[in-house]
């Protein structure tokens, strides 16, 4: 089964201290997913980020390691954000700090993320980020109504 959310999700207290109807203020932040890929070696594994994403982390879960294990670039719309390896294993990727203002907002459009492990390695591409509205604020629809 599954659902589908407007995003961000955010998570906080629906009512306040004295129950009167008045839905709380924000008092947390927006709550995180991640999205995964099957990959093959030599084929890119694509994923599409919703636009004010924030990306915490990019993940490779290689069951079958390429021939010759090395670190390949992931990409942002053909922007290089992180290396990651191809070696069996788990494998967290290292973010290019020179791409820390695209990682902590992808921008106002969905943006596709790509990963080309090496030849004959086979796994699952894991990427970890916090989707919000398009121009990175975590405000939810309907924020400010009341239930009077």
């Known amino acids: 089964m599954s659902s589908t959310f407007n995003t961000p999700i955010r998570i906080f207290k ?17 709550s995180v997913c991640t999205q995964q890929k099957a990959f093959v070696g030599g084929t890119a594994a694509t994923l599409t980020l919703p636009a004010g994403a924030i990306v915490h982390e990019i993940q490779a879960y290689v069951a079958t390691a390429a021939g010759s294990p090395a670190s390949t670039n992931v990409t942002l719309d053909a922007t290089v ?13 290292a973010l290019a700090a020179g791409q820390a203002a695209l990682l902590a907002n992808i921008g106002t459009v969905d943006k596709t993320l790509s990963y080309t492990a090496g030849a004959s390695a086979i796994g699952v591409l894991s990427v970890t980020y916090t989707p919000r509205n398009p121009d990175g604020t975590i405000t ?7 239930n009077n």
């Open 14 to 30: 629906r009512n306040n201290p004295t129950n009167d109807g008045t839905i709380a203020p924000d008092n947390t932040g927006a």
């Open 140 to 146: 939810p629809v309907g924020n400010g109504y009341t």
């Open 81 to 93: 954000i992180a290396t990651l390896s191809d070696a069996a294993g788990v494998n967290t990727g």
